[in-house]
Every structure is written in C-alpha cells, then in structure tokens.
DNA sequence: TCTGGGGTCCTAGGACCC
DNA sequence: TCTGGGGTCCTAGGACCC
C-alpha cells in the first residue's frame, strides 16, 4: 500500500529579527527592524511583529519606515549569523524527511509522504519539529501541511507567525478560496492588474476558463500555471533537477553618480566577489551579464557569451566594462551598477590549455589566492581596489 | 514612499542551420 | 514565382519571489 502524499513547508518567521532578538534578549517584544541604516538608500529586509504594528513591512523604503517608526531599533544585516541559524534549522529538519529542498535561507519544502509510521500524523510530527527547531535553533517558525508542495508553501503563509495549518485532501480547491486569488503565490501585480482588466479577476469567472483560452489570454506558461493554480492542484514547484544558475553582484551607489572612476571600481570589486563565488562552488560560465541603473530608475541589461569559458576576475571585469561602454549614456548618472555570470555549469572537466593565455595564468593566480584566503578560514575576496589596481581609465 | 540585493523562469525576436 | 517548418542559441526585458 502507498501512502497519500504528505508535503511540509516551513518558514522562519520574521526571521532576521528574531535571530536579533534572540541574541539581544532586550530587543524582545521591541519594532526591530533589520536593513538599510536610516538616512541611507536602502529598503527593510525583515522586521519583527511588532514593527509591523507600525505599518512597516519588508522591502519598504526605509526613509518611509523610519517615518512609521522612529522610535524602532535599527540594525543592519548579519548574513552570517543568519546563515549559522539556517544550518542549524536545516539539520534538524534533515531528521524528519529525506527529501528537504531549501528554498532559501529561511524556508524549506519537505516530502513527508509515508513518514507516518515513522513519526505518528503530519499534525503531531509538525508540532514536534516547531518546538524542536525553537528549542535547539531558538527561533519560531511557521509550518504548512498539505498534499502537495504548493499548497504546503501557502499553509505555512496562512497562520503565521508561529503558525500550523495543515489543508486535507479535498480541501484543495476551498483552501484557495480561503487564501485568495490576491494572495495566491506566483500571482503578483502585474497580473491582478490584467486580470482585473479583463473582468477575470475572481476565482469564480477564472475558473470557467478553459486551460486553452486561459493559455492564449495570458501566454503558455502563465496561463497553466493559473488554471491548474486556482484549482490547488500542483504547479511543479521547487523541482530538484539541477539546472544552469546564475551568480551575480550588484551595488547602489549612495548618491548617483557619472564618474567613471567610482563605477569602474565598482565593477572591478564586483567582479572579484563574482568569480570568487564561482572559484567556490567549482562552476564554470561563458556569459558574461551586466545590470545597470539609471538616475530616473529606469533599469536596463545585457550581456555577452563568449566562446570560451571565463577564467579569471580580470577577464570578467574586462568583458563587463567594454558592455557598460558601449551601453551606458554618460550624461545621465548611475544609480546601481551590477555583474555576473549567467548559465553557470558545474566546473568538473574544466579544460586546462596547454599554453595558458593570459587570463588564464591570472586565474590561477586568483584560484591560488582563494584557496589560502580558503584555508585560512577567509573565504572573502580582497577588495580589488586595495590591491593597488590602477581603477582610473579613460572611456 | 523614493524605491536593496540575490535569484528564477518566461517571452519574443533574430540569427543561423538543416 | 514569393515563400516551409523545425530546431537551437542568443539577447533584452519583464514578472515574480525572498
């Protein structure tokens, strides 16, 4: 006999602040509010449950939090001890399931099915897990159980924080009348905008919509995506098969700005960081990808795929530059300047010449400098700027 | 309100090939 | 003459998520 599939997701709740306000214990039951520092450029990465009280809430300008909360606590991101606190909730979630997929540093999927036997019913097991990632990680989380992984993902959502849901078999369908066509995950603004636009902006007129007329109204993907989504059912997400990823830096300038010698530096040091993440996991690209951000935030891209793979920071830089040159418009300053690699393969087999260019003795070299920095328990690349490059070009 | 940084996936058009 | 069909790769931009 099979087992019904059983899937979890849990989720940190306001998870940056509450490693803030475990490790500060003065800061509990306080507006803690994790991001850019007041006065700076920047926007709020989380904030606890009482800031939210405010009206504050992630990925809110911070000049504006400020404005709803100036009396909050205000501290700037420790990804670092964040991460330690992830590793530790991810050991323990590993106990209960075999198959958990990070979703991202504070979120994970899990398949339960047929762990019954195991642990008792999904309900018991996720109370044991809840108490057990807050009594060894110290932090709350919010677990969603259902029949399949999408479902799950929006249970967690649904009592949070420090919530438990768990949607039955049957219920697929009532549940996303309960969370709501605006609530539904992958359904963002853009699209209630079209929908509502088009008078299609219930779950009831949506699902008189055949999955063909929703396909060609909204596009191939969107529109099964849509149709099979308001019906609960699974719309493939988290899926484990390995792809090409992509690996990137970007940074916002504190004022605007159309010095050259302030963006090419930047771009330098973004590089570095940039290939020594892709010296770190062993990868290997040949398309190289600029970002890059206007005064008025209009945002623009591009990129360029060489026929050989990228060896070394130096390359990279040298590639990003000439794109930004041919692209950029220098009577209008720059906001954000960003790099990266797109189409980022797994490194194995990566060939060695038998007469190495240039860019390739400078990788090496790189490679050799990250791996002391590695040993060293360093893994932070020097800032290319102190290494005495000589940062000023002409155009 | 004055808007970070890191990603994923999709689309549409063009180049090129058979 | 007036025009195939399919495939792959590349590119820029957009929607969305955490």
């Known amino acids: 006999m099979s087992s019904a599939p059983v899937f979890f997701h849990v989720d940190l709740d306001a998870f940056f602040a509450s490693v803030e306000q475990m490790d500060n214990p003065g800061y509990k039951g306080q507006p803690v509010i994790v991001g850019a520092a007041p006065g700076h450029r920047g926007v709020v990465s989380a904030c606890s449950y009482e800031a939210r009280k405010f009206g504050v809430h992630s990925a809110m300008p911070i000049s504006e939090a400020f404005r709803r909360c100036p009396q909050g606590i205000y501290l700037p991101v420790r990804m670092s001890r964040y991460a330690e606190i992830s590793g530790v909730v991810m050991g323990i979630l590993g106990r209960f399931s075999p198959d958990v997929r990070p979703i991202s540093i504070d979120e994970a999927s ?24 807050l009594e060894r990680a110290g932090v709350p989380l919010s677990v969603g159980i259902a029949p399949n992984r999408f479902l799950a993902k929006m249970a967690s959502d649904f009592k949070k924080p420090n919530g438990l849901y768990e949607v039955l078999p049957g219920q697929e369908e009532s549940f996303v009348e309960a969370v709501g066509l605006p609530k539904l995950w992958g359904l963002g603004k853009k699209t209630m905008e079209r929908l509502h636009a088009i008078c299609l902006d ?4 949506l699902r008189q919509m055949s999955e063909d007329a929703l396909k060609s109204l909204m596009g191939e993907a969107a529109g099964k995506f849509l ?3 308001i019906r609960g059912r699974d719309i493939g997400m988290y899926s484990d098969t390995a792809k090409s990823h992509s690996i990137s830096h970007e940074t916002t300038f504190p004022e605007d700005t159309a010095d050259w010698e302030i963006i090419s530096l930047s771009l330098l040091d973004l590089s570095h960081q940039v290939m020594y993440r892709l010296f770190a996991e062993d990868g290997k690209s040949r398309t190289v990808s600029i970002k890059y951000r206007y005064s008025d935030f209009s945002t623009f891209s591009c990129q360029n795929t ?13 590639t990003g530059l000439d794109l930004i040159k041919a692209k950029w418009n220098p009577r ?23 007469f190495p260019t240039a860019y390739e003795r400078k990788g090496l070299v790189e490679k050799a400098v990250f791996n002391m920095q ?12 102190l290494l005495g490059h000589p940062g000023k070009r002409k155009m």
């Open 227 to 229: 149709y099979n989504a």
């Open 332 to 354: 209008i300053p720059l906001r954000l300047i960003g790099i990266g690699f797109d189409k980022v393969q797994s490194g194995e087999g990566s060939q060695k010449e038998l």
């Open 110 to 133: 899990l398949d339960m099915t047929g762990t019954g036997l195991l642990f008792g019913p999904p309900w018991q097991t996720a109370e044991n897990l809840k108490s057990e990632v």
């Open 202 to 205: 219930t779950l009831p007129r």
């Open 374 to 385: 590695k040993k060293a328990g360093d893994a932070t690349p020097v800032k290319a700027s």
């Open 306 to 318: 060489l026929s050989h793979f990228v060896l070394s920071a130096e390359e990279l830089y040298k």
